[in-house]
């Protein structure tokens, strides 16, 4: 786990059914007081247990367990409705929009950008909506000194959902929203895989990650900048989506997520915007 004197972060993950909660353990070196603080965000307690290991101190996230699993589990499971598409795109993007957007003030929050945005990283709630999880390689901007705590951690997100100027290494790192323009990218890719499973008169297609039929498996920086940078390739778009506005609209909202600019992305908020006035017409029930 964690070796003497080096500064680590170890985030291990164990299930407490009794709880109801999965733990998240975050380890870290170099602190000599014992305490063990157990954090349950959703019930808003902190228990500060005392370890016989006077050497290190562990920080314990407890946050609600959702049995449903992460959107990639979800989609391959089963298909959607084209109801249950808008509602997962939605509450996605407002969680996104949130995470992205500053609240000034004593209850408020930092803009912050998650770097891993992913199927993976995106837990299906027992109401069918979405929760952005994973926050391990999350920046956020200081607004007041404009500047951006880029974490020890060296990973830097997903090879497969990188954004053209991550893969390709022009992204501008100094300005903030460079790492949101980079989250909507992925936010395209995660679209794509939705919709795929959306079943709009009984045709569907089957799950698949972003450019499955482009990339191998595990692919390489240098395989993902030749599809995404050098051919400029993206997720093919079905035909049939033409036939249902809801399919229409996301395959619409995907492109503008996925531009090669990411100056000419949407926003977070803009794609929560044009999900929400979505009305999902008869005709395109499944
Ligand atoms: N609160 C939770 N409820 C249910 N499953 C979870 C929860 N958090 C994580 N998971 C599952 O564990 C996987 C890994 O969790 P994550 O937070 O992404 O950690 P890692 O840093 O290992 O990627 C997720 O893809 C999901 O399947
Ligand atoms: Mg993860």
């Known amino acids: 786990m964690l070796s003497n004197g080096r500064e680590e972060v170890v985030k291990s993950c164990v299930s407490l059914p009794e709880l109801h909660a999965q733990v998240f353990c975050h380890s870290s070196k170099n602190i000599t007081r ?3 603080c157990y954090t349950d965000f959703c019930n808003n307690i902190t228990l500060r247990l005392p370890l016989d290991n006077g050497t290190w101190t562990q920080l314990w996230l407890v946050s609600e367990y959702h049995e449903q699993g992460s959107l990639f589990d979800y989609l391959n499971r089963g298909t959607v409705t084209v109801e249950g598409m808008v509602r997962l795109a939605l509450s996605v993007a407002s969680g996104l929009a949130h995470l992205h957007m500053e609240i000034v003030g004593t209850q408020g929050k930092p803009a912050i950008a998650h770097r891993d945005l992913k199927s993976k990283n995106i837990l299906v709630k027992r109401n069918e909506t979405c929760a952005i999880a994973d926050l391990g390689l999350a920046v956020k901007h200081d607004s007041v000194l404009n500047t951006i705590d880029i974490p020890q951690n060296p990973r830097v997100g997903t090879r497969r959902y990188m954004a053209p100027e991550i893969l390709d290494d022009a992204m501008n790192t100094n300005i903030f929203e460079s790492f ?3 989250d909507i990218y992925s936010l395209g890719l995660v679209y ?8 709009v008169g009984g045709i569907t297609e089957e ?3 972003p450019y499955y039929d482009l990339v191998p498996s595990d692919p390489s920086i240098e395989d993902m900048r030749r599809v995404v940078c050098e051919q400029k390739l993206r997720p093919s778009i079905p035909n049939q989506w033409q036939s249902c506005e809801a ?3 996301l395959g619409r909202l995907m492109r503008e997520c996925w531009r090669a600019s990411g100056a000419a992305r949407l926003t977070a908020l803009r794609v929560k915007k044009t999900i929400s006035q ?6 395109c029930k499944a």
């Open 34 to 36: 014992t305490e063990c």
């Open 180 to 182: 949101k323009r980079a």
């Open 192 to 199: 794509w895989e939705i919709a795929r499973r959306c079943s």
């Open 207 to 209: 799950y698949q990650l």
């Open 247 to 249: 399919l229409r609209v």
């Open 278 to 283: 979505l009305c999902v017409p008869e005709d």
